[in-house]
Structures are given as C-alpha cells and as structure tokens.
C-alpha cells in the first residue's frame, strides 16, 4: 500500500531474504529497477496487486504476479510531491493519495 517514485530501485530486495510481500503498490520511474533483489531470493515472494509503469526495468531476481497492471498513475504533480492519483489507477483500486519519493 505506498507509492515507490523515482529512485534507482523503487524497492530494494537483499540477496537470500525470504517471505517478502508488495502488495497494492504504485511502482513507477525507477531509473533502474521498480523492484529488484540483489540476487536469488532464499525463499517466497509475493509481488501482486500492483501497478508498474515508467521504471527501466519492472523486476529482477522476483516475478510479478498475475494481477499486475500497468497503467501510467497520472499523478497531479510527482515533482512537486504531489501523488494525487489519475483514473486509470483509481479504477483498478490503486487509488492512493499521497506516497513517499
């Protein structure tokens, strides 16, 4: 349930770490990777529920689950802080107002 914008890896994963969960997330213009671990992951991961766009690449070293969308968030103004979200986002439930960039 956040808003990742903007960083080399919107999300972060370490090498070996297990039971990670991304759900319900707007992941969008990672320079690098939307979400990304640094190597094989030791155990489950469940990234579902959320929508990627603009990042160079969506994921490495995890997958995405099949509830993935893809719609650009129409954000009112990312650059000035301001993750007011579009429809195309509200419509599918990722209706979240405000995120961290």
Do not use: M
Not at 60 to 77: C, Q, Y
């Amino acid at each position: 349930n956040c808003t990742a914008y903007g960083c080399a890896d919107n999300v972060s994963i370490g090498s070996g770490r297990c039971g990670i969960t991304v759900r319900n997330c707007l992941i969008d213009s990672a320079t690098d990777d939307g979400i990304g671990a640094g190597g094989a992951i030791a155990g489950p991961a469940d990234i579902d529920y959320n929508n990627f766009n603009g990042n160079s690449t969506d994921v490495e070293n995890v997958s995405k689950g099949a509830n993935t969308t893809s719609d650009d968030p129409g954000f009112t103004d990312a650059a000035g802080g301001n993750f007011t979200t579009g429809a195309a986002v509200q419509d599918n439930g990722l209706g979240i107002i405000y995120g961290v960039s």
